[in-house]
Each structure stands twice: as structure tokens, then as C-alpha cells.
């Protein structure tokens, strides 16, 4: 088969530079690959959402973060707390690592960063080798989408692909907090 004839999946749009939709702990998100600045400009498009205020990474594992975090200024006393958080729908913010794309930080020297325990995120991370860009499907200042079927109808063809698997359950967004000294952003 040629890959004309692939069929196209969630891992095929996310190596073209495709922005995703797909189902998190509690809403569905738009990702992509974080390392792809096109692919990121293209979502924050599709959102209408500024660069300045940063986007989220979600991943399998911690070690997938690790390029984009630095580690070694995350305090050892705050360590227990992140950990015991994780895999679930705990976001912190960390100290971003020097390499880190400003199109992944925006006006920020930190990252915001997620290790998921959805079936669907972690299944799409280990398949892609490392974290994707995790945003709200929504236009910013609006409620995310509710199904698969308002996404499509919100996005169109600006989403390369769309995952259709349930949310993990969740009633609210991942609660972001400060890996600094543990105090919540977003509750």
C-alpha cells in the first residue's frame, strides 16, 4: 500500500503537523506536536488564543517531559506532592528548560505540563514518543465543545483528525498548580 492509501489516524496527523481533537480526563482537546511551531501557530489559530499565555503539555509519562522541564529546580520537598498526583488531572507548572520553545511558554519562563491517566492520551503519547500540545477544543473565551459531533461543526477541517473515544469522567478541567510552592492557579 502506498501512504495515499493509508488510512489516516491520530499518529499520522500529528507527524504532518495536524492539529488533533481528542478526549481528555474531562473535555476535549486540541493538540499537536509541540516541537512543530507551525503546527502550534496553526492551533493557537484555530483557537484564537494568543501565544503570550502558553500552552499545556500532556503525556504518558514524566520522562516524555523531561526535554521541555527543568528538572533540577523543582525542589525536593514539592517532588512528593507532583508525583503523588500523577498519572491523574493534576497540571503543574514547572520550571521550563532553557531549549523550551516560546511558542510552547508564551510570556512565561515555565511550562505548563500533565501526565495523564486517560486510556486515549496515554495510548496517543506512547504511539507519538512523547508529550502532545493539550488545549481546551474551544475558541477561546468559549466552553469547550461537547461532542465529537460539535467539534466538528466548530472546527471543520482545521482539525486533521478526530478522535472519537470518550472522556475519562472528569467533571471539571485538570487543576493547574505552581510546582514551585504548590499553590493552585486553576482550581
Known amino acids: 500500500m502506498s501512504d495515499a492509501e493509508q488510512p489516516k489516524t491520530a499518529l499520522s496527523s500529528l507527524q504532518q503537523g495536524e492539529v488533533i481533537l481528542y478526549p481528555t480526563e474531562a473535555v476535549y482537546g486540541l493538540g499537536c506536536d509541540p516541537m512543530n511551531q507551525a503546527a502550534v501557530e496553526a492551533l493557537l489559530a484555530i483557537k484564537k488564543r494568543p501565544v503570550e499565555k502558553g500552552l499545556i503539555l500532556i503525556a504518558d509519562n514524566y520522562g ?3 526535554p521541555y522541564v527543568a528538572d533540577h529546580r523543582i525542589p525536593m520537598d514539592k517532588r512528593a506532592d507532583i508525583f503523588s498526583q500523577w498519572p491523574g488531572a493534576v ?24 501526565v495523564s491517566a486517560h486510556p486515549t492520551v ?13 488545549t481546551s477544543a474551544n475558541l477561546s473565551g468559549q466552553e469547550p465543545v461537547a461532542s465529537i459531533a460539535q467539534g466538528q461543526a466548530t472546527f471543520g477541517e ?16 485538570s487543576v493547574i498548580k505552581d510546582a514551585m510552592n504548590g499553590q493552585i492557579i486553576r482550581g
Open 91 to 114: 497540571t503543574w507548572v514547572m520550571p521550563a528548560a532553557a531549549t523550551t520553545p516560546k511558542w510552547l511558554t508564551g510570556a512565561f519562563d515555565s511550562i505548563a505540563v500533565r
Open 158 to 173: 482545521q482539525v486533521g483528525f478526530y478522535v472519537d473515544e470518550p472522556l475519562g469522567g472528569a467533571d471539571q478541567p
Open 122 to 134: 496515554k495510548r496517543l503519547c506512547q504511539e507519538f514518543g512523547g508529550p502532545i500540545v493539550s
Open 64 to 66: 516524555q517531559l523531561l
